[in-house]
């Protein structure tokens, strides 16, 4: 498989992880409570503008990156993940 493939393959799932588990986290915790948690369209807005900005970090970074290639998929998983964090954190 190409590299450039599995790099956003890596980041595009760090990204949706970073959004969607905490968001179902907070969906169970409301339904157990009785409550019903909204899905704000804040989040997708993040995750887009995020993963629009980590593709293009990870294209300009991976050239000069010298990580052995088993550990590509891990690399951009990682910095997608945080990535976002720091996004969602920046939002509020």
Known sequence: METEIIVALGIFLGCFLR???PWLKKNSQA??????FKWE????????????VA???????LPTFKAPSEYIFSFAF?????SQDIV???AG
Request: no cysteine.
């Open 88 to 90: 969602n954190k920046i």
């Open 55 to 61: 593709l293009i970090a990870t294209i300009l970074i």
């Open 19 to 21: 959004s969607f588990l």
């Open 31 to 36: 339904a157990k409570a009785g409550q019903q």
């Open 78 to 82: 990682m910095f997608g993940w945080a």
């Open 41 to 52: 369209n804040r989040y997708v807005w993040t995750l887009v503008f995020n993963l629009v």
